[in-house]
T-cell receptor
Framework: AQSVSQHNHHVILSEAASLELGCNYSYGGTVNLFWYVQYPGQHLQLLLKYFSGDPLVKGIKGFEAEFIKSKFSFNLRKPSVQWSDTAEYFCAVLTNAGKSTFGDGTTLTVKP | DAGVIQSPRHEVTEMGQEVTLRCKPISGHDYLFWYRQTMMRGLELLIYFNNNVPIDDSGMPEDRFSAKMPNASFSTLKIQPSEPRDSAVYFC??????????FGQGTRLTVV
């Protein structure tokens, strides 16, 4: 069965700091990879996705993620965070069987 | 399209009562997922359907939980009898195979 591991449970940064959130997955087959964001009191929304092709994918709001197949990783990055980026971030894996598995989430707090 | 629609948005019920959560997926989507989110356990996949057929219900916590999808445009998650530990936010999501999931706004359930 697939699993997703997010290394950081809670990250606290000051505005303009750079962000990197780790995500590793365990699955032997082909996967599609996603990062979702959940702002306080809201539902999950898609930040970016990787299906194939260029392993560096760009999403909304200046976020990007890099798929490194050899490391089974899909880390999320942003060069300069803003206070409005305060949210919970989820990494997810979708197998070709149609099943999505989410990581436990990382709570990001950006101090103004 | 209005997105994934869940009802009710909030539900407060007494222990022992039956609770029914409803979900209308995005038209044309052939996968439907039910998730539960709590502070303690994070985001848990309860069950998912493909073309109205339950594919994996291994995440359903107990026999008190049941889910149905009588047609492509409607699904229910029922808890009978409800218990205080069932208090959580329940999300429904839908997708087209091998693409990202779109989440509803969630139902916040409180069992007192």
């Amino acid at each position: 069965a697939q699993s997703v591991s997010q290394h950081n449970h809670h990250v606290i940064l000051s505005e303009a700091a750079s962000l990197e959130l780790g995500c590793n997955y365990s699955y032997g087959g082909t996967v599609n990879l996603f990062w979702y964001v959940q702002y306080p009191g809201q539902h999950l929304q898609l930040l970016l996705k990787y299906f194939s092709g260029d392993p560096l994918v760009k999403g909304i709001k200046g976020f990007e993620a890099e798929f490194i197949k050899s490391k089974f990783s899909f880390n999320l990055r942003k060069p300069s965070v803003q206070w409005s980026d305060t949210a919970e971030y989820f990494c997810a894996v979708l197998t070709n069987a149609g099943k999505s598995t989410f990581g436990d989430g990382t709570t990001l707090t950006v101090k103004p | 399209d209005a997105g994934v629609i869940q009802s009710p948005r909030h539900e407060v019920t007494e222990m022992g009562q039956e609770v029914t959560l409803r979900c209308k997926p995005i038209s044309g989507h052939d996968y439907l997922f039910w998730y539960r989110q709590t502070m303690m356990r994070g985001l848990e996949l309860l069950i998912y359907f493909n073309n109205n057929v339950p594919i994996d219900d291994s995440g359903m916590p107990e026999d008190r939980f049941s889910a149905k999808m009588p047609n492509a445009s409607f699904s229910t998650l029922k808890i009978q009898p409800s218990e205080p530990r069932d208090s959580a936010v329940y999300f429904c999501a839908s997708s087209i195979r091998n693409t990202e999931a779109f989440f509803g706004q969630g139902t916040r359930l409180t069992v007192v």
